[in-house]
């Protein structure tokens, strides 16, 4: 792959400082940042050698785009902005569309730059994984799988072949799948399963296609797998590896140009940063998403959008925010479903707007209105999503808990209890065992006791 620093092409024009980057970096000196960005790399699984002289290079305008590796750290240490808001010239100008049809060798540095071999290395498509350890299209199809959940394939390198329209579908059915054992038994189980048909996806990419609408669906494919893989990591409590693949299709969105797998990435990113702790990155990652999917012309999408931006208002303690993002969450969603939604938003009905309702009144304090839209939302969902039966009924027990009812909330307690039998959501255990603990000086009313008696290992666990 030829190196994304091409300074040589247009010898006569002097560097301009990238101003932006510099005040980015505020007060911290060059080497300063060059250790921010590499622990930032090693959060996503990438390997990039930053020092002093690399932000230097970058600040002084040498380098008027960085290569993928560099593309995909610099936009998860600044959530939300793009490329150009970090001063970067487009891609489009500094290297041609011919680049990405070259071999997988490194060309050499161009003329004229002696650090140019030093980072040849890390120019990586942003599509090939850091764990990603070989394997043709014919593995990674096979890594697909019927259940798409196949062990990791330990077969060795073979020379890769283009991937076509076969290998796209059975991307696209792989996402399906987990995402309905999802829906079903939550993501506890299924998140090391999904490590495989992810790699498997990004070296179907790392083949190639035989046409560019495969390499589009290819893309999409790949990405959504990413977010789905992130949201099992999200569920399961690990939310590092979460936020890494949840930057991993953020980044293949942008590569592509995908505005709805871009929306889709930053929704998620929002929801991860709202359950985190970071309200105010949920916000301004909520805000991007509904910047970029305006015109999609999906309401629903725009609807669980503002819904997400309400999340982080609630975070912050901003009722007026919150009260005006779930207004028009609510008008949105009325407007009703239209073709232009997203496959991906079948979860997103009455229940869950109910849902993230209730979670954003119970963030806000206000316990009998989040008890309220906790108990419709449990009430309206279908059957067939376990998983978030499970979930509304225990965000109703913990309100009920809060809220002074310690009997209604250890009845609602046992029938999340019933269901984790089939659900394995980290997630939910950790609800649960909060709810049980602002129920122990309440351990003599009605039915209390046998919940906390059934809660014990949760509470130990916690």
């Known amino acids: 792959m030829t190196s994304s620093k091409v300074t040589s092409s247009q010898p006569c024009r002097p560097p301009r400082p990238n101003l932006a980057f510099r005040r980015l970096r505020g007060p911290r000196s060059p080497a300063e940042f060059a250790a921010e960005v590499r622990r930032a790399a090693r959060e996503i699984g990438e390997q990039v050698s930053c020092d002093a002289r690399y932000v230097g290079r970058v600040e002084a305008g040498e380098i008027r785009c960085p290569n993928y590796a560099y593309e995909r750290v610099f936009l998860h240490m600044f959530p939300g902005r793009t490329l150009a808001d970090l001063g970067f010239a487009p891609r489009s100008s500094v290297r041609g569309r011919g680049a990405r049809t070259t071999t997988s060798a490194p060309a050499p540095a161009p003329t004229g730059d002696p650090d140019g071999r ?244 119970s963030a806000l304090g206000d316990w009998p209105r989040a008890a309220r839209h906790a108990r419709r939302a449990a009430h309206l969902q279908d059957p067939h999503f376990t998983r978030n039966i499970a979930l509304y009924t225990a965000e109703l027990a913990d309100d009920l808990a809060r809220g002074g009812h310690p009997d209604e909330a250890a009845q609602a307690g046992l029938r999340v209890l019933e269901l984790l039998g089939q659900v394995q959501s980290s997630r939910i255990q950790t609800m649960l065992a909060g709810t049980a603990r602002v129920l122990l000086p309440h351990r003599h009313a009605s039915g209390v006791s046998d919940f906390l008696g059934r809660c014990g290992g949760l509470l130990r666990a916690g």
């Open 118 to 361: 030093h980072h040849d290395h890390e120019e990586s498509d942003v599509l090939r994984r850091a764990f990603m350890t070989g394997g043709s299209a014919t593995v990674a199809t096979a890594s697909l799988g019927p259940l798409a959940l196949a062990p990791d394939a330990s077969a060795a390198r073979r020379p890769a072949r283009r991937a076509g329209s076969s290998e796209a579908g059975a991307l696209e059915e792989a996402v399906r799948r987990i995402r309905l054992l999802d829906d079903r038994h939550g993501a506890d189980g299924l998140y090391r399963r999904a490590a495989a048909p992810l790699r498997a996806a990004y070296a179907l990419l790392d083949a190639g296609a035989t046409r560019q609408t495969t390499a589009d669906r290819l893309h999409a494919g790949a990405g959504e797998l990413a977010i789905s893989v992130g949201w099992l990591a999200h569920d399961s409590g690990r939310f590092d590896d979460a936020r890494s693949h949840y930057a991993e299709a953020l980044a293949t969105a942008r590569v592509s140009d995908d505005a709805g797998l871009e929306a889709h990435a930053f929704c998620n990113t929002a929801f991860l940063a709202r359950d985190t702790g970071r309200p105010r990155e949920a916000v301004r990652a909520a805000q991007a998403a509904q910047r970029i999917a305006r015109p999609l012309g999906s309401a629903r999408l725009m609807s669980l959008l503002a819904l997400r931006e309400a999340g982080g208002w609630a975070g912050l303690a901003d009722r007026t925010g919150c009260v005006q993002a779930l207004a028009r969450a609510q008008a949105l969603f009325e407007r009703g479903p239209s073709p232009a939604d997203p496959e991906w938003m079948t979860f997103y009905g009455e229940a869950e707007l109910e849902g993230l309702e209730a979670q954003c009144w």
